[in-house]
């Protein structure tokens, strides 16, 4: 399974972004080859409007069946539901520690949107 995790970095030490829509770029990680590849999502972060449906459609383009941020908006959580794509809220430090409270079951998945759009 694919997991894709809001960052700014680059590897597994990186900072879990608080942002879905705008955050920098995502680490996409494999669980069953335990493996790694980053999702550029630059062009989502100064968008005037849209950036969380775009970045939900870009994750949804990379396999992804999880998505662990932050904070997650309703017009993203529609699209990411409607792609059968469960959304887990996070505030572990980096992409390692949200990683391993997933693996080791301590993460909730939400049920709906956690901020209002354009909230940050």
Request: negative net charge; proline residues 3%; glycine residues 8%.
């Amino acid at each position: 399974m694919k997991i894709a995790i809001t960052t700014s970095g680059t590897d597994l030490t990186a900072p879990v972004d608080t942002r879905f829509g705008r955050a920098a770029s995502f680490i996409v990680y494999d669980t069953e080859s335990e493996t790694f590849e980053v999702a550029d999502n630059n062009q989502n972060l100064n968008a005037p409007q849209g950036a969380g449906i775009q970045t939900a459609q870009n994750v949804a383009a990379t396999g992804a069946k999880t998505v662990i941020t932050g904070h997650c908006g309703p017009k993203a959580f529609r699209i990411l539901s409607a792609s059968n794509i469960a959304v887990y809220p996070c505030s572990a430090a980096t992409v390692q520690e949200a990683l391993e409270l997933f693996k080791t079951g301590k993460l909730t998945e939400a049920n709906g949107a956690d901020v209002e759009g354009h909230w940050a």
